[in-house]
């Protein structure tokens, strides 16, 4: 009777937990990309190009942002046999006017928007009493600020057709405190909270949020001299058509966030969140002159 009335008990709490479980799991999304309007920032250069390669073959309408409109037009020539529109917007996205007309001309263009990639960031690296200040507020503005302030602006739009996808790429610093590179990392933590935090907010809303954490990847973030460094280390360099492979792939499929990086970088993130005395240990040791140095190797337009 005592074993029958346990067992009871046993059964309701395992079910209990596999119905809440699957309620809490990430939905599958029905996204299918063909026609879908989707605006991304960062696209003249490095993971923001590759990204607007990978929507383009899968057929969608793209809109190409960053400030350099040689390369954006470059970008457009090489995309536009996959797609037959696109849309090209030079913009200085730490500039409010600029971003308003961002999304002012996509809309004016073509009345909606599916899916806004908050791809542009800069880089800065170095000792925190070395960082020049000017770049540091260039750096939250864009990194963190811009991502900010164009999902403000395009989630009433993507609230009236009850559908929308908002994809930050953020990086593996967004969860793991790396030295030597404090100012990234803390737009990083920042784009990380927001989206979690937004994720919540538009719950039931149709608008969904997807958290993407590249690890280092070949582009002018990683010059020669850094990816020498961290090559010694053991670190994986990424492509950056994986890089937007595996982000498109997991916005499809609706997930909340995707650690890039394979096991070292999954290692990295449990670490610091469930174990964080080994990651200060692990710092402790490595952060040699070495590491130092690489990390204060200009990146991105810095070393364009
Ligand atoms: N590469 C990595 O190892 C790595 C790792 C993790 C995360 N990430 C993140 O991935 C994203 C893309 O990085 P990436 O490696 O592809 O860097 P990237 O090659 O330097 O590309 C950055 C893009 O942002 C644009 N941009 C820069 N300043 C801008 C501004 N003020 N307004 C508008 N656009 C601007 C650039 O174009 P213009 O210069 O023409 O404006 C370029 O298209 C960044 O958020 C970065 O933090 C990169």
Known sequence: MRLGRGLAVVGALAGGLYWLARYLRPQHSTLILQDKVVLITGASTGIGRALAFAFARRGARVVLAARSAARLEAVRREIEPYTGDVLVIPADLTDEEQLQSVVARTLERFGRIDVLVNNAGYWQGGRLVDLDPVRMEQVVRLNLWATMRLTQLVLPTMLAQHSGYIMNIASGFGRVA???????????????????????????????????????????????????????????????????????AALVAGRHEVILGGPIALLGVFVERYVPFLMRLYWRIFMTQEWQDAMSVPGGDEAR
């Open 178 to 248: 790396v030295p030597m590179v404090s100012s990234y990392v803390a737009t990083k933590f920042g784009v990380a909270g927001f989206s979690d935090a937004l994720r919540r907010e538009l719950g039931g809303s149709g608008v969904r949020v997807t958290l993407v954490l590249p690890a280092w990847t070949n582009t002018d973030i990683v010059p020669p001299e850094r990816a020498e460094v961290l090559q010694r280390y053991g670190f994986h360099i990424d492509s950056p058509d994986e890089v937007a492979e595996r982000a498109i």
